[in-house]
């Protein structure tokens, strides 16, 4: 499945872990392009005037299973969209189930 978690903030606290503000997944998609593609229009409001960042991860099933893939994504406001961008840390456990 690929879960789809947005968060206020993505920067690095003192001890080099995220550090993501308020976050939420919102739901998944058993479609990877289609995950990636409701996080870039934005569909249903998931940025909801408070979160700037976002992931798509896609998590197997069972328990304690770490993400296979992720793909960040940061709010443009210009566009009015989520645009895809590099990780800046991606040695953390998984965002939907931390």
């Given amino acids: 499945m690929y879960f789809i978690t947005c968060f206020q903030k993505y920067e690095i606290d003192k001890d080099g872990w995220p ?11 058993n479609d990877r392009d289609l995950a990636i593609r409701m996080v870039e229009l934005n569909n249903l409001d998931i940025r909801e005037c408070l ?3 976002a992931v798509v991860e896609h ?3 069972g328990l304690y299973n770490l993400a296979e893939e992720r793909i ?3 709010w443009n406001d210009d566009t009015r969209a989520f645009e895809i961008i590099e990780p800046i840390v991606d040695h953390f456990g ?5």
């Fill in 51 to 53: 979160y700037d960042y």
């Fill in 59 to 61: 998590i197997t099933e």
């Fill in 94 to 98: 998984n965002y939907a189930f931390g």
């Fill in 19 to 29: 550090d993501l503000g308020a976050h939420r997944t919102f739901g998944y998609y």
């Fill in 72 to 74: 960040f994504f940061k």
